[in-house]
């Protein structure tokens, strides 16, 4: 094997150059962060928007411990809490981590926190799709996710536009390759779940996201997303419940009793939310939920 050629002495000064730059240019940004001329949170903010600046190769150790008061034993435990090697750069962080790290760093500063991630579940025939289509339509800057059910199309719903319309094998694949954030058998029967890379990529880009599921995966939701926020869309009146499964006439005659019964246990379910919303006018009730992804999560 031949000796690997020895670099030419310009070359070798040009590089130690640049690693002596690197270092102090990290140096001045953790320097930044300990005299609070700058905070974590911009710092990591910075290295995910420019992946070739010095914030993107420092380390996340290195930018937790130059927080006041958080030193090296503390910084550890955090990194285990979230999940992120010794190892890791703030550049180098995968999405969920990324989420779970800002969320941190917003906490400790106190400051606040967009509510990116909006959860709207509510009773059946309540109007959930009909508040969360004005929304599409009215809001398009707020990303609507896509649920994916194994029953068949009602009259009127587009394949991709009001779910992912897919085979019991399909669905079988997409929860063995961890596809979904979330799924459940709902009223005995369908199943529905909510694909989780269209929503993880809006996130990362700072975008709203708004999740119309049921009940069951608003829970599964909260257990994986605690940052989410849980809006319970509530009818008038039970009365006004009823007519409105009964008026749109999509169900047979026991299956509108089991609707009805399962929608008793579910508005019992209504104090697990953050908010009530009473869909009493469409455009109003999008409007109120629409709200809730802009309070700040610090107000919680």
Do not use: C
């Not at 290295?47 to 550890?76: D, M, Y």
């Not at 896509?146 to 009001?162: D, F, K, L, N, Y």
């Amino acid at each position: 094997m031949s000796p690997r050629p020895t670099p030419p002495e310009v070359d070798r000064v040009a590089a130690s150059r640049a690693a002596i730059a690197a270092r102090r240019a990290r140096a001045a940004v953790k320097n930044a962060v300990a005299t609070r001329t700058r905070t974590a949170t911009d710092v990591a903010e910075t290295a995910w928007t420019e992946p070739e600046s010095p914030e993107a190769t420092l380390r996340v150790r290195e930018l937790l411990t130059s927080v006041p008061t958080l030193g090296p034993t503390r910084a550890a435990r955090v990194m285990a809490q979230l999940g992120i090697a010794e190892s890791k750069r703030v550049g180098g962080l995968g999405v969920r981590q990324r989420g779970k790290l800002r969320s941190y760093l917003m906490r400790r500063e106190g400051g606040v926190e967009p509510r990116r991630l909006v959860v709207l579940a509510g009773p059946t025939a309540v109007g959930k799709g009909t508040v969360s289509a004005y929304i599409r339509e009215n809001y398009p800057d707020i990303l609507l996710s896509v649920s994916a059910t194994t029953r068949a199309p009602r009259p009127g719903e587009v394949e991709g536009v009001h779910y992912y319309f897919v085979s019991d094998a399909e669905f079988d694949r997409m929860i063995a390759e961890q596809e979904l954030l979330e799924w459940a058998t709902v009223h005995n029967s369908y199943r529905y779940g909510t694909p989780r890379p269209p929503i993880d990529s809006a996130l990362a880009e700072g975008k709203r996201v708004l999740l119309e599921i049921d009940l069951q995966g608003a829970r599964l939701v909260r257990e994986a997303m605690p940052e989410a926020v849980l809006v319970f869309l509530l009818p008038p009146t039970w009365d006004e419940l009823v007519r409105r499964l009964i008026g749109r006439g999509t169900e047979s005659g026991p299956e509108q009793t089991r609707r009805l019964e399962t929608a008793k246990v579910e508005l019992a379910a209504q104090d697990e939310f953050d908010y009530k919303v009473v869909n009493r006018e469409v455009a109003q009730a999008a409007q109120e939920v629409v709200d809730l992804t802009l309070v700040p999560a610090a107000s919680r």
